[in-house]
């Protein structure tokens, strides 16, 4: 004897429906983002992705990076997922001639590299507070040994 359960897989068998989906991939859900935006030899880990910033914080972006004279090159911005810190580190190792690395925004993330690394506020709070861009410059300056 048929149960009505079984019935049902049988009747949406025949007509070709699943009733039953397979699991996705459990190690997407692992996988983190994190946005680049390179100037020179400058680069800016944020939080959200450049070109989804407004005017005036891209042109803040732009003054800070330009503040250090290291923004002569080429304007690259990207997404990079990764799982592990070691797959970050490897990923920002790809950037060629850093000289300074600037994180805004929270992060959560050993840094292990040759360059300096800079953790800063998040664009919205320095644009708001003159006291964190005063703050900020002074750790650029220390870290590139700006007089």
């Known amino acids: 004897m048929l149960t009505p359960e079984i019935k049902t897989n049988l009747i949406l068998k025949e ?14 859900s ?5 946005h680049l935006y390179q100037k020179g ?5 944020l939080e959200n992705p450049f070109r989804d910033f407004n005017d005036q914080y891209k042109d803040l972006l732009r003054a800070i990076i330009s503040s250090t004279n290291l923004d002569k090159g080429k304007e690259i911005n ?3 997922t990764y799982c592990s810190n070691n ?12 000289k300074l690395i600037i994180f805004f925004g929270k992060n959560s993330f050993e840094y292990n590299l040759d360059c300096p690394f ?12 003159k ?10 300056k220390q870290n590139l040994k700006i007089d």
């Open 78 to 80: 990207k997404t990079i």
């Open 41 to 45: 030899n400058i680069l800016a880990l």
């Open 87 to 98: 797959e970050l580190v490897e990923e920002i190792k790809d950037f060629e001639k850093l």
């Open 131 to 140: 006291n964190l861009k005063k703050n900020l410059w002074l750790d650029i």
């Open 118 to 129: 800079i953790k800063a506020p998040s664009l919205n709070n320095l644009a708001n507070d």
């Open 30 to 34: 692992l996988q983190k983002k994190l």
């Open 15 to 28: 007509i070709g429906i699943k009733r039953y989906s397979l699991r996705t991939n459990s190690d997407q």
